[in-house]
């Protein structure tokens, strides 16, 4: 497990580690799930006009890019710099790999109607 440090200076104990935070990593991470899903229940419900699902799947983007930006501030205060650099590596390989599979979708789905897209 890997250790983060917090904002402020109560001790918790992350990845078996001790270190400092408002919060563990747990619970923040709790929080912010709980929120996500009530977000993805509104999104599902079929009740929202286009445009209120537009604006909350925006929000739901910018709560967890928040939270990854958050985390990985955190990972840069406390890592070492050997694996820092190959958390960054492994983190530009997965970009590049959810990248390429996104293409390959949109190039499956090029000059096909959206219906037969999501196959109905």
């Given at each position: ?30 929080k ?54 190959t ?26 109607k ?7």
């Amino acid at each position: 497990m890997i250790p983060f440090l917090g904002p402020s200076g109560d001790k918790v104990t992350v990845n078996d580690k001790t270190t400092t935070s408002d919060v563990s990593i747990e619970s923040e991470l709790q929080k912010i799930e709980e929120k996500a899903a009530a977000m993805q229940e509104d999104l599902s419900s079929g009740e929202l006009a286009q445009q209120e699902m537009n604006t909350l799947s925006l929000q739901l983007y910018q709560l967890w890019d928040n939270e990854l930006n958050s985390i990985w501030s955190r990972l840069k205060e406390t890592l070492d710099e050997d694996t820092m650099t190959t958390l960054t590596q492994e983190e530009r390989d997965w970009i590049k790999t959810k990248r390429q599979c996104s293409r390959g979708s949109r190039q499956r789905c090029r000059g096909r109607k959206p219906a037969a897209i999501i196959g109905k």
